[in-house]
């Protein structure tokens, strides 16, 4: 499965701390090699994530929200922290303004 990231991706792993960045590297291999491994994302307060998925990774404080476009493509939407849903409003947004 090959991992496509959006833009801003690159800025949600550069704000990441350094000790968190190599748990990233290994729960991105796990979603190029098993995609549905995630858990479904849906509609709760208005962020429309349906199709999406998320993994958890470094102690459950951070997510990977994902979605797999084919069957050789998954498409990382954004990175980072559970708290205050930002990483959900995140990919919220991109997808948005990507165009599902």
């Known amino acids: ?36 491994l995630g858990k479904p994302l849906g509609n709760k307060s208005g962020i429309d994530l349906s199709g999406c998925l998320k993994i958890y990774f470094y102690r459950k404080k951070y997510r990977v929200v994902y979605q797999i476009m084919n069957e050789k493509e998954v ?10 849903q930002i990483v959900y409003i995140s990919a919220y947004k991109r997808i948005l303004e990507k165009g599902r």
């Open 75 to 84: 498409m990382v939407w954004s990175v980072g922290k559970r708290e205050d």
């Open 1 to 36: 499965m090959k991992l496509k990231f959006h833009p801003e991706v690159k800025n949600d792993i550069d704000n990441l701390d350094g000790s968190v960045k190599p748990r990233l590297k290994s729960t991105l291999n796990k979603i190029k090699r098993s995609p549905e």
